[in-house]
């Protein structure tokens, strides 16, 4: 099994509202990863957690809240978005680490009103 | 920091002519070099990548890629391309030692049946 699985597929909020995104993989990878992609632009990284440890924050605003709960979950938690954070958000996982082949789950397409 | 052009933004090709991707990325330092691929409607998926030896790298479908350090280059190439290559294709750079990967814009490649 090489798939990373996200749900929801679709999700638009108003700006007061709270949700959360939700990434699963069940190949043992032990590093995860989400992404933040804009229309016509690269996914550009947010957070990396390896061995369920937040090793990176590329400076995301704090309306942005990843979560680790096992090595095979992976959440981010929204809450006070801003319209200019509609975009694709992507999850990936790697075997151990950044420099190993990443696998993409297909996104969950943000909207915010 | 590191950062990855991707000069080519749309290519349209006819089917069984080749193909060649132009990537650079800005940094001094020892790199891991990936190229990714993005079917319509699907996951990003690796193409291949470059640790470290030959600097010749042959990936999935006919792929490969050669680095050339002096030109912080690394380019994509395909001999003779197939409509199934129609996809986005991206490059992306992790600087060793450091857990950041920075993809390049992506190139739109269109293949003519």
């Given at each position: 099994d090489t798939e990373v699985t996200q749900t929801p597929k679709h999700l638009v909020m108003g700006m007061t509202n709270k949700k959360s995104l939700?990434?699963?993989?069940h190949m043992g990878h032990r590093a995860m990863y989400w992404y933040k992609q804009k229309a016509k632009k690269p996914p550009e990284l947010m957070f990396v957690y390896s061995y369920e440890k937040l090793s990176i924050n590329e400076s995301v605003p704090s309306r942005f809240s990843p979560e680790c709960p096992n090595s095979s979950l992976l959440n981010l938690h929204l809450h006070a978005l801003q319209p200019e954070d509609s975009a694709l958000y992507?999850?990936?996982?790697s075997q151990w680490g950044i420099t190993d082949t990443q696998y993409f789950g297909p996104g969950t397409r943000l909207t915010v009103l | 920091a590191q950062s990855v052009s991707q000069h080519n933004h749309h290519v349209i090709l006819s089917e069984a002519a080749s193909l060649e991707l132009g990537c650079n990325y800005s940094y001094g330092g020892t790199?891991?070099?990936f190229w990714y691929v993005q079917y319509p409607g699907q996951h990003l998926q690796l193409l291949l990548k470059y640790f470290s030896g030959?600097?010749?790298v042959k990936g999935i479908k006919g792929f490969e890629a050669e680095f050339i350090k002096s030109k912080f280059s690394f380019n994509l190439r395909k001999p003779s391309v197939q409509w199934s290559d129609t996809a986005?294709?991206?490059?992306a750079v992790n600087a060793l030692n450091n857990n950041d990967m920075r993809f390049g814009a992506g190139t739109r490649l269109t293949v003519k049946p």
């Open positions: 939700k990434c699963e993989q992507l999850c990936a996982s | 790199v891991n070099l030959d600097p010749l986005e294709y991206f490059c």
